[in-house]
């Protein structure tokens, strides 16, 4: 988990979890394309989960959306997809079946800049809450931070092909 930083609990776990009802109330599309639900499956219990994430990247072309697990390995969600990766998402008010596929940390680095260069004020709060120090904003300070965060990157299943 970078520097320390533990998962939200008592009233900060509730507020966060508040963008899960909202999908679940069909209002995704309160968030537009900036926030996704993931559905996962508990790799100890095999019950059905869900979170809401900030999308870090999309690609419009092949409609692969990803995101950071800004806890680290050790979230939950992101080790059930490590077991599970085949699962869906929603975006706005699609659902779309996905195979999760976790990124490198060289590709989570280019994905941060990327992030960065278009959200700078979401990337530099980001980077002051996982106290890492972004080398005053530049782009390899961004990198090195991408290479801590892990990346999962949800690629679109064709109908009929799993998930």
Same mark, same amino acid.
Request: hydrophobic share 40%.
């Given at each position: 988990?970078?520097?320390?930083?533990? !998962?939200?609990?008592?009233?900060?776990? +509730?507020?966060?979890?508040?963008? +899960?009802?909202?999908?679940?109330?069909?209002?995704?599309?309160?968030?537009?394309?900036?926030?996704?639900? +993931? &559905?996962?499956?508990?790799?100890?219990?095999?019950?059905?989960?869900?979170?809401?994430?900030?999308?870090?990247?999309? %690609?419009? =072309?092949?409609? =692969?959306?990803?995101? @950071?697990?800004?806890?680290?390995?050790?979230? %939950?969600?992101?080790? &059930?997809?490590?077991?599970?990766?085949?699962?869906?998402?929603?975006?706005?008010?699609?659902?779309?079946?996905?195979?999760?596929?976790?990124?490198?940390?060289?590709?989570?680095?280019?994905?941060? *800049? %990327?992030? @960065?260069?278009?959200?700078?004020?979401? @990337?530099? *709060?980001? =980077?002051?809450?996982?106290?890492? $120090?972004? $080398?005053?904003?530049? $782009? $390899?300070?961004?990198? @090195?931070?991408?290479?801590? +965060?892990?990346?999962?990157?949800?690629?679109? *299943? !064709? =109908?009929?092909?799993?998930?």
């Amino acid at each position: 988990m970078p520097r320390g930083l533990r !998962p939200p609990s008592g009233l900060r776990r +509730i507020m966060f979890r508040v963008p +899960i009802l909202v999908f679940r109330a069909r209002l995704g599309w309160l968030f537009g394309h900036r926030l996704v639900l +993931i &559905n996962h499956q508990g790799r100890k219990t095999g019950r059905q989960r869900q979170v809401v994430v900030e999308v870090a990247a999309r %690609d419009r =072309a092949t409609g =692969a959306v990803t995101v @950071a697990s800004g806890y680290g390995s050790r979230s %939950d969600w992101f080790r &059930n997809l490590l077991v599970a990766p085949d699962t869906t998402i929603e975006v706005g008010t699609r659902r779309l079946p996905v195979r999760a596929v976790p990124l490198s940390p060289e590709e989570g680095g280019e994905v941060m *800049v %990327d992030y @960065a260069k278009r959200h700078r004020l979401s @990337a530099t *709060v980001l =980077a002051s809450y996982l106290r890492f $120090d972004v $080398d005053g904003g530049s $782009d $390899d300070g961004y990198r @090195a931070l991408g290479r801590e +965060i892990p990346f999962v990157r949800f690629e679109p *299943v !064709p =109908a009929g092909a799993g998930a």
